[in-house]
Nanobody, 120 residues
């Protein structure tokens, strides 16, 4: 059974930092591309950052230079270091894993989300 469990969200002042974690259970982690998405109230879910199996990263323009996405294959976990946070970063952040299994079938799993609120 595959599970993605996010943690690390909370309330932070503008300019502050948070580190989100996503722990992946099951045997899919090493073959999965991992994403962080976020969804603000009244808005569609948007891709924040993506990391491939070999650690290549892509970021949304809105977070470039402020967020850093990393993965630890030994711990089956990914991390999103968020610095210089802005009120517009307020959202529920979701972790996603996707890839192909040994039979070539695609899969996709989502975490339950963690709330990030940036406010003074």
């Amino acid at each position: 059974q595959v599970q993605l469990v996010e943690s690390g969200g909370g309330l932070v002042q503008p300019g502050g930092s948070l580190r989100l974690s996503c722990a992946v259970s099951g045997s899919i982690f090493s073959r999965s591309t991992m994403d962080w998405y976020r969804q603000a109230p009244g808005k569609e879910r948007e891709l924040v950052a993506s990391i491939t199996t070999v650690g290549s990263t892509v970021y949304a323009d809105s977070v470039k230079g402020r967020f850093t996405f990393s993965r630890d294959n030994a711990k089956n976990a990914v991390y999103l270091q968020m610095n210089s946070l802005k009120p517009e970063d307020t959202a529920v952040y979701y972790c996603r894993a996707y890839g192909r299994d040994y039979f070539g079938k695609t899969y996709e799993y989502w975490g339950q989300g963690t709330q990030v609120t940036v406010s003074s």
